[in-house]
């Protein structure tokens, strides 16, 4: 019995002597740093941009330099027409565990996007072999960062003064309404903040900057207003430039008054208009 005993001792020593030596194995990985998702402001970021920077993750930096490959892909944004990139590759440098900087900006604009525009820019591939993409083994993250640009413009119509208004004259709000028809906007109230004249109107042409633009010029040069309550005719002259603004839904105008006076116009006093959308 003791010698089966010294055997089988023996036999479990051997088998445990023969075991392999479990490793795990290391991993190196590349990732953006930061946020995986931002938003870049139409206007400001078009001169200010913001920074795309990659970490290394390893147990010391390398002798020589990794080349970094990124792809940017747009929804409703192209490059060059919405946004920029410096530059499609970035190093890190020999010695170092941070990448150069790539910067990303906007390119403003005057006209309002209708949809909204996002820009990935994603790491592809670093050149040193073993390298990982984001971090993680399954489901990397930061391997990407996802760009909404946020417009600096409105996709609101210009029918949003085909509606209720409200006139700012003589610092009093008073109740006016407008009607649009392509872009001629005709507007009824009390507009001279006079009280035998409550249904005074006016039309003006309402212009672009260019085409697509949600601001412009308001114009009419002299309209014929109508008569008030005690039989006066009225004549509206406009005084400088006029403009409407979509996105504030404002349209401002500044003109003098003139009643009529046997058969020629006199003038009486000036006004300025401020329509604001409700």
């Known amino acids: ?152 413009e409105c996709s609101t119509p210009l029918t949003i003064f085909n509606a209720s208004l409200t006139n700012s004259v003589s610092g009093t709000p008073k109740p006016a309404t407008g009607v649009l028809t392509g872009n001629q906007l005709s507007v009824t109230g009390n507009l001279i903040d006079y009280g035998a004249f409550p249904s005074a109107s006016i039309t003006m042409t309402l212009t672009p900057e260019f085409s697509g633009a949600t601001r412009g010029s308001a114009t009419f040069g002299e309209f014929e207003s109508g008569t008030d309550n005690d039989g006066y005719e009225y004549k509206f002259v406009q005084t400088g430039n006029g403009s409407y603004d979509v996105c504030a839904g404002t349209v401002s105008i500044a003109y003098d008054v003139l009643y009529k006076d046997g058969s020629s116009w006199t003038y009486w006093y000036s006004v300025t208009n401020v329509f604001s959308a409700n």
Do not use: H
């Open 1 to 152: 019995m003791k010698k089966l005993f010294a055997i089988l001792l023996c036999a479990v020593a051997f088998a445990c002597g023969e075991d392999e030596k479990i490793t795990d194995p290391v991993f190196e990985f590349v990732s953006i740093k930061g946020d995986e998702m931002a938003n870049l402001n139409e206007s400001s970021n078009s001169e200010e941009g913001y920074p795309i920077v990659i970490q290394l993750w390893a147990a010391k930096p390398y002798s020589s330099d990794i080349d970094l490959t990124f792809l940017a892909t747009g929804t409703n944004a192209t490059a060059g027409t919405d946004f920029n990139l410096t530059t499609t590759t970035l190093k890190i440098r020999a010695g170092k565990l941070i990448s150069d900087t790539l910067w990303i900006t906007t390119v403003n604009n005057e006209t309002a996007s209708a949809s909204a525009r996002t820009v990935e820019v994603k790491l592809m591939a670093a050149s040193q072999a073993g390298i990982k993409i984001g971090l993680g083994i399954t489901n990397p993250t930061n391997d990407a960062i996802l760009f909404t640009i946020v417009d600096d």
